[in-house]
């Protein structure tokens, strides 16, 4: 099956930092697009940032200047880099797969199982 790990969500204070990981498990990314998202409480699941397999990104409006996507292809892994962390981004990250940063949801696929980050003080 086609499918990420995400890992390196935890507990951290506004103002902090994390970094989180996406593994690809049972393919390489070298030709794909990776997709960072997440779903909040009572929330829709929402595009946070997205890498083309050329090293063009994009950012949501709300995390511009604060998160930083990049990605190894021999690691087969795409990081997302956190800092000045705040509430609002309390969700459930996850990573997906697609042949360009498409806005669709729908047309993301290998979901991962999430990975949790809570930002309290």
Request: charged fraction near 20%; proline fraction near 0%; charge should be negative.
């Given at each position: 099956q086609l499918q990420f790990v995400e890992s390196g969500g935890g507990l951290v204070q506004p103002g902090g930092s994390l970094r989180l990981s996406?593994?690809?498990?049972?393919?390489?990314?070298?030709?794909?697009?990776?997709?960072?998202?997440?779903?909040a409480p009572g929330k829709e699941r929402e595009g946070v940032t997205c890498i083309t397999n050329g090293g063009s990104t994009g950012y949501a409006d709300s995390v511009k200047g604060r998160f930083t996507i990049s990605r190894d292809n021999a690691k087969n892994t795409v990081y997302l880099q956190m800092t000045n962390l705040k509430p609002d981004?309390?969700?459930?990250?996850?990573?997906?797969?697609?042949?360009?940063?498409?806005d669709d949801l729908l047309s993301w696929h290998a979901w991962g199982q999430g990975t949790q980050v809570t930002v309290s003080s």
């Open positions: 996406c593994v690809a498990s049972g393919f390489t990314l070298d030709y794909d697009a990776v997709g960072w998202f997440r779903q981004d309390t969700a459930v990250y996850y990573c997906a797969r697609n042949e360009l940063c498409y």
